[in-house]
């Protein structure tokens, strides 16, 4: 008897663009009930390689199979009715609908919500991803939004699932119940072909892997028989050193000062900032870690400027009051921001680069003057910073949106550093990217602490605060707890406080 023919293939495909291949004659195949990784750097073609499985592109060249029979699609809804589902990096959801709305609108058909509703609750239960299906979706957290994408992946039982960059928003808790809903959808008979930059996790659920490298298939293996740092350096094509983090010894001037800040969430089901306070120094790294939805975004919108103080004083940035000042004036004091959403807050997607460092740098970046925007200066800018940070794109200056995630956010995080801020607020500074580009960054935040500058990391990765951080807190439902130097802490009692354990029982009362 004959064996079965993979679920899905790719022969020789290619995908031109111009001038650019960002698909240069992939080979890619994917066997049923298997959970397959797709690796590479950004930009090396992952993300163009399963739009075209998904519909969403089509190959210039090449052949696609299905069970063994050439098939082509011309679009995402012929995907879905073969059995082809698809989560993707960035959301695609409308903020001021309900989750069942939401649902309804990606679903083929005309099924009232009322009864998406019935069923996305009974889906969602029933792998582990539970959701509200009557809340509006600006009311959730990231790794909340991240849960629709797949639930209502799920509604349609798919046969083959593509994931991309399915745990960069989520907790750890989040994560060991995705990964426990791939081992359930594997045993009802779904492949799963996973993109992703965390590489343990890669080892820990997948049996196979397709390396790609600038367009190109350059290896494949068995993850659970390599290690994270073989599995970098066949992607990067040279071995990855982790960041270089020498003992901070002597801090210098308190650049932040944070005094008995409370602010009220702007979402009625989120966290108020409740008295915070922390002290940031000259030279040093402070990590800030938390599961999501415990008043990360609140905590940086209020040290950002985007939502102002009671008091003028509650924020100090070099001593000078500014908890009643906004986002351009705290710029002008010395200050940088990097929000954790890449696309629609850090940047406009439909912007070019270059007009996106306008919007963020006209303050202080010279790039008006007299009235008049100089273009030639806001574009040679983003040239720096391409070159700065190995931002790989098509065109001089292409639109925000068509840059990868990780390539999005090497430029984002690299036009604030280059400003050499006095300040730098960074939230989840790696999200999603390649473990070159998640180096190249943390050491950048390192080097630039270091050159006297003090960085606040927000970050849900813990292994990356253990990496970069002289000292951590926690936030836990809009309180902060005293800080922790990192030299000798224990990953467990980071977590415990992560948990609400040292915290007023008011405030675990209430975020219970």
Not at 187 to 199: D, F, M, P, R, W
Not at 271 to 276: A, E, F, G, Q, T
Not at 332 to 344: D, I, N, T, Y
Not at 407 to 432: A, D
């Amino acid at each position: 008897m004959l064996p079965a023919p993979p679920l899905i293939q790719a022969k020789a495909i290619v995908k031109r663009f111009g001038a650019l291949m960002a698909n240069d004659h992939v080979d890619l195949s994917v066997a049923g009930r298997e959970v397959h990784a797709l690796l590479g750097e950004n930009g090396a073609g992952k993300s163009t390689l399963v739009k075209m499985l998904y519909g969403l592109l089509q190959p210039t060249e090449g052949t696609l199979l299905w069970q063994g029979a050439p098939f082509s699609m011309r679009n995402p809804a012929e995907a879905r009715q073969r059995g082809i589902g698809m989560v993707f990096q960035h959301f695609s959801l409308f903020d001021a609908l309900t989750v069942a709305e939401n649902v309804a609108l990606a679903l083929d058909g005309h099924e009232p919500v009322t009864t998406v509703s019935e069923r996305l609750a009974e889906v969602s239960r029933a792998y582990g991803l539970p959701l509200e299906p009557g809340r509006e979706v600006w009311r959730l957290s990231v790794g909340e939004r991240q849960r629709i994408e797949i639930v209502r992946c799920l509604m349609q039982s798919p046969r083959l699932l593509i994931l991309d960059e399915p745990t960069s928003v989520l907790t750890p808790q989040e994560c060991e119940g995705l990964f426990a809903t791939l081992e359930r959808v594997k045993a009802e008979g779904c492949a799963v072909l996973y993109i992703s930059h965390k590489l343990e996790e890669v080892r820990r659920i997948c049996e196979s892997a397709t390396i790609l490298r600038h367009g190109k298939v350059v290896g494949s293996c068995d993850p659970r028989q390599e290690s994270a740092a073989s599995l970098a350096e066949m992607m990067v094509g040279s071995k990855v050193a982790p960041a270089r983090h020498d003992r901070l010894t002597v801090a210098g001037e308190v650049r932040l000062a944070v005094n008995g800040l409370s602010l009220p969430s702007p979402d009625p089901h989120g966290p108020s900032l409740r008295d915070v306070g922390l002290e940031l120094r000259a030279g040093e790294v402070f990590g800030i870690a938390g599961v999501a939805g415990n008043g990360q975004d609140e905590l940086f919108a209020a040290l950002s400027g985007e939502m102002l103080a009671e008091a003028a004083g509650t924020i100090r940035i070099d001593g000078a009051a500014a908890g009643r000042l906004g986002i351009n004036a705290r710029r002008l004091m010395g200050g940088a921001f990097v929000p954790e959403e890449r696309l629609g807050h850090a940047t406009a997607p439909a912007f070019r680069l270059s007009d996106n460092a306008l919007a963020s740098g006209h303050a202080t970046n010279s790039f008006v003057r007299r009235g008049m925007i100089d273009r030639s200066a806001t574009r040679a800018w983003v040239d720096h910073v391409v070159k700065a940070f190995d931002v790989r794109k098509g065109p001089r200056d292409p639109e925000a949106k068509t840059l990868s995630g990780g390539n999005l956010q090497k430029f984002i995080v690299g036009r604030e550093i280059l400003r050499n801020p006095r300040l730098l607020i960074v939230s989840q500074p790696t999200w999603g990217v390649d473990a070159g580009a998640a180096s190249l960054i943390r050491q950048a935040l390192i080097d630039l602490s270091r050159s006297g500058a003090a960085v606040l990391v927000i970050s849900q990765d813990l292994d990356e605060l253990f990496e970069i951080a002289d000292r951590m807190a926690v936030i836990f439902h809009g309180r902060l707890s005293a800080p922790l130097d990192t030299e000798g802490l224990r990953r467990e009692t980071v977590g415990l406080l992560m948990g609400g354990a040292g915290f007023a029982a008011d405030t675990v009362d209430e975020a219970a």
